[in-house]
Every structure is written in C-alpha cells, then in structure tokens.
C-alpha cells in the first residue's frame, strides 16, 4: 500500500477500475430489476406497500433466485474475463522476458473470442448459475430477515439497519456460494490451460481427491471479509434510490 502510494497517489489504488464497474453496474441492475419485478408479479404489491404487507419468505426466495439465474447470464463473460486476467502472474512484460498472454480486458475477450470461439467466453457459465442461483435467493432472504428483526412492524428499516443487514447477507450467501465458486473458476480457467474437466462433476470430484475436502473453502475469509461492505453499500444504494424514485 506504501509504496503504491508513494509511487502513484491515490489514483493508484483505482487502477482499472472502469471494466469492474462498467460490469458491476449492468449485473446489479439486472439482478435487483429481476428481483423487485418478479417480487412485484409474486405478491402484486409495490416496495413502498410492502411494508405494511411484508412478502413471505417464499415469495422472497423465488424472487431472489430468478433474478440471480438472469444475471448469472449477463455476469458469465466478465467473469471469466476477471478470473483470466487475475490469474496472469506476469501482468506486465518484463525486458527481454515473454509479453503478457492478455494486454488488458477488451484483449483478453478478443483473444478468448478467436481462440475458444464465441461459446468460450460463456465458459464456466453453467457453474456459475449453479452458484448463484440458490445463493441469491438467501441473499434477498437473509436480507429481508435480518431488516425484520431490528424494525417495527410498518416502518422502514434504518441507513444502520440497512448496511448491517447488507453485509451479513452478503456474507450468507458468499459462504454458501465458496464451493462451487471454486470450481466455477476452475472450470474457467481449464480452456487455458489445456486440461479439460468431463463437467462440472469430474472437476469436483478431481479437485477433492487431489486437494481434500478443504478445497471447496479456499478464499472463504476473503470473500467474506469483502463482502460485508460491498453489500452494505449495495442495499443501502438500493433501498435509498427506491426511495428517491419510488
Ligand atoms: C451469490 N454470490 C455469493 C456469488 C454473490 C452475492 C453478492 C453479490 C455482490 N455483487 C458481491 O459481489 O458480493
């Protein structure tokens, strides 16, 4: 951090920052306008009714999962890209040394694009709404709950209430979502490195047998540890432009 700083300033810290953000906001509004409209046909009543009539947890749930297969979708080609390029340990060339495989994102969807075709930028796309699918519908889940628990009946939950509740179902549905996670990205990067998984199936079972069973919580604590603010942030945004446009 010291010598990011030193050498680049703040800005340093938000180096390519424009590919995350750009996919960010296209995959969070379609999962939150999936989410709220399935809510809305579900129940027949608005966010701001919803209060008053709390939906059930069921309704919540389906609502939670259909939104999270819809951006499982949209989310499968940025994805990928992000797991490639975080995996390139040689980002920059070095003098003399061999150039980079991939120069930056838009290069690395060309290059996928020529190499594995264009179903190859959809690799890993079937783990990766096996993940999400399930673990969204306990994220809204978690969410609505823990928001219950600490806001009498009728009101709106609190600026707290809402980052609190934010976070833990972030982290919820991240410790479910780690094992196939896992996979998901060992799938994505199986097209580079010439190791081919049968499905989503062999490369579970081969993982584990290689690894133990401990694969399947590699980066739980990171994963969780980011989590709890980057949900926080989301549903306080989401409920406060609700709010401002409702
Ligand atoms: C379902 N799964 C756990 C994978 C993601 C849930 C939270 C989504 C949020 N955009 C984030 O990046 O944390």
Redesign the pocket.
């Known amino acids: 951090m010291v010598k990011t700083y030193r050498h680049e300033s703040i800005l340093g810290f938000f180096k390519g920052m424009s590919f995350p953000i750009a996919s960010?906001a296209v995959v969070?509004s379609v999962l939150f306008g999936v989410y709220s409209n399935a809510l809305l046909a579900l129940t027949a009543t608005s966010h701001h009714e919803r209060r008053l009539q709390p939906p059930s947890y069921t309704h919540v749930f389906i609502a939670g999962c259909t939104g999270?297969f819809l951006q499982a979708y949209c989310l499968a080609p940025f994805d990928l890209i992000k797991v490639r390029l975080q995996n390139q340990t040689e980002p920059r060339a070095r003098q003399g040394g061999p150039p980079p495989r991939y120069r930056g994102p838009v290069h690395c969807a060309a290059s996928i694009f020529q190499e594995e075709g264009p179903r190859g930028l959809f690799r890993g796309a079937w783990a990766l709404t096996l993940?999400?699918t399930p673990?969204?519908g306990i994220?809204f889940v978690s969410y609505e709950w823990l928001c219950r628990q600490a806001t009498p009946g009728g009101q709106n939950p609190s600026s707290t209430t809402v980052l609190v509740a934010g976070g833990f179902a972030?982290i919820t549905?991240?410790v479910t979502?780690t094992p196939l996670?896992v996979i998901k990205s060992r799938m994505q990067m199986a097209g580079l490195e010439q190791r081919e998984y049968q499905g989503l199936l062999d490369c579970m079972v081969s993982s584990a047998r290689q690894e133990g069973l401990g694969v399947f919580f590699r980066g739980l604590t990171i994963n969780s540890a980011?989590?709890f603010p980057?949900?926080a942030v989301?549903f306080l945004s989401y409920e406060y432009l609700l709010h401002l446009w409702g």
């Open positions: 960010i969070n999270g993940r999400d673990t969204l994220y972030g549905s991240w979502a996670d980011r989590a980057v949900n989301t």
